[in-house]
């Protein structure tokens, strides 16, 4: 549902909302009804299993909860998107991009500077790390190997990787749901930001020295038991993946998404620290709010399958788009990455994909993502139609941090994003229950 005028708590609004198929904002429990761990993979006999899925599903009939027919939408504001671009910027990112797919329509926004040090401006097709968002790729490569019957999501992760995890109730649905109770080895590394930054950027790290260092730490939680963002599940995610392909997670990502989608500008480089092609710097923001820090080459060892792929604002649209159409997975599987655990008044949290809640009403789906130097925003509607992919190169930073939000209303609530527009200064911190949920969050603005 993308009009700008269905408002959440309108007469009109309410009508239109109880005429759709599922309400938008239906709470599914978060964990399945019991099912055998088989039971969601499609008839497809192991030797099927085996081949390399390089091809595409068609796009599934639209039976996303918040699908709206296109004309029902209102054009992205696009003044209100730059407005929300030129914010990062007077809150300190030296360059901030968006680009919005609309049906046939692309938007593409740009300002400010790609390198500091050059004067290059930054455009909206330069490539950049992308953080978490690599957590809804490395969820849709476990999801086809569900489909191909390698695992089920319901069954303990010990029952793949023997030994790997004290507690055998966790299962893989817990960690792509972040409901394992695995603490965040993030915590450790980077309880100082730019010193714990230098000590990890030539680092190689396997899945399991960061699997230890969590170990190392409490749980946060016993599994199942609530939401705890963490990048601890999508290394476990990663260990999964190579255990079951018998390959690289670098590997899986090209054979199963990169590749089929046509992603050209998106890579998978670990360990290397460069980033291919045309790209920008990004900037790490030091915890006492002054100085920048060229964060760009790194190994992003830390990150992996949790954070380390490399992209542009068109091929996470695409990638976005695709998945809600319906192409990556099945259409069980895709039901399963949409069942919601909450994570405050206005986030939602499924299977590496994560629902915004947008003050017109609409939801959106996509992940936010964070590395040293950059922060990424990739959402995209309930139908895959409009995609918005918005960008600063910086990061640690909460007060460009909150700038970004502005983007997805500007582009998915455009009536009510123009009556903020005129408003004066950047968008104020949050309320409590409102937090951007990107971990860990920023010390400080
Ligand atoms: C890691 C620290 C952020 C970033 C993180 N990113 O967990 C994952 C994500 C991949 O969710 C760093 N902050 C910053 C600090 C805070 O060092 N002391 O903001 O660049 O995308």
Redesign the pocket.
């Known amino acids: 549902m993308l009009s700008g005028t269905v408002g959440r708590g309108t007469a009109l609004g309410a009508v239109l909302l109880s005429l759709l198929a599922v309400p938008a904002h239906a709470e599914p429990p978060a964990e399945a009804p019991p099912t055998t761990p088989r039971e969601a993979a499609p008839n497809t006999t192991l030797r099927e299993a085996a081949a390399p899925n390089t091809t595409l599903r068609k796009a599934a009939p639209n039976t996303a909860p918040n699908a709206a027919p296109r004309n029902a939408a209102a054009a992205p504001d696009l003044a209100a998107l730059r407005a929300a671009l030129r914010s990062a910027l007077a809150n300190g990112a030296p360059g901030a991009i968006a680009r919005v797919d609309d049906g046939g329509a692309v938007h593409r926004l740009a300002e400010g500077v790609a390198d500091r040090a050059t004067g290059r401006a930054i455009t909206a097709d330069d490539r950049f790390r992308v953080?978490?968002?690599?957590?809804t790729f490395t969820a849709v490569v476990l999801l086809q190997l569900v489909d191909e019957g390698l695992l089920g999501l319901d069954d303990p992760v010990v029952d793949h990787l023997p030994g790997a995890l004290p507690d055998r109730r966790i299962t893989v649905r817990h960690l792509l749901s972040h409901r394992s109770g695995l603490y965040?080895y993030?915590n450790v590394?980077?309880?100082?930001?730019?010193s714990?930054?230098e000590a990890v950027r030539n680092k190689v790290f396997t899945h399991r020295q960061l699997l230890d260092i969590s170990l190392d730490g409490p749980v946060t939680g016993a599994p199942g038991a609530a939401y705890s963002?963490s990048?601890t599940n999508f290394v476990v995610a990663g260990m999964l993946i190579e255990k079951l392909t018998g390959g690289s997670t670098g590997a899986a990502y090209r054979k199963r998404i990169i590749t089929p989608l046509k992603l050209t500008n998106t890579f998978y480089v670990h360990p290397d620290t460069a980033l291919p092609g045309r790209h920008t710097k990004g900037y790490?923001?030091d915890?006492s709010g002054g100085g920048l820090v060229d964060?760009t080459r790194q190994t992003a060892s830390?990150?992996q399958s949790?954070?380390a792929i490399i992209s542009s604002t068109r091929d996470l649209n695409a990638f976005y788009s695709a998945l809600l159409r319906g192409e990556l997975t099945s259409a069980a599987q895709s039901a399963q990455m949409r069942r919601w655990t909450t994570v405050n008044s206005t986030q939602r949290y499924g299977l590496g994909l994560r629902r915004r809640d947008l003050s017109c009403g609409v939801s959106v789906y996509g992940h936010?993502?964070?590395?040293?130097?950059?922060?990424?925003y990739a959402f995209t509607s309930g139908d895959g139609k409009r995609s918005l992919t918005s960008f600063a190169n910086a990061?640690?930073?909460s007060a460009v941090l909150n700038t970004l939000p502005k983007t997805l209303e500007a582009a998915f609530c455009p009536s009510a994003a123009a009556a903020r527009a005129t408003a004066p200064g950047g968008r104020p911190e949050p309320a409590p229950g409102e937090r951007e949920d990107?971990?860990?969050y920023?010390?400080r603005g």
């Open positions: 953080g978490s968002v690599t957590k965040d993030t590394l980077f309880a100082r930001t730019v714990g930054f963002y990048n790490l923001t915890d964060a830390w990150a949790a954070g936010t993502g964070a590395v040293q130097g950059y922060y990424t990061s640690n930073s990107i971990a860990p920023p010390a």
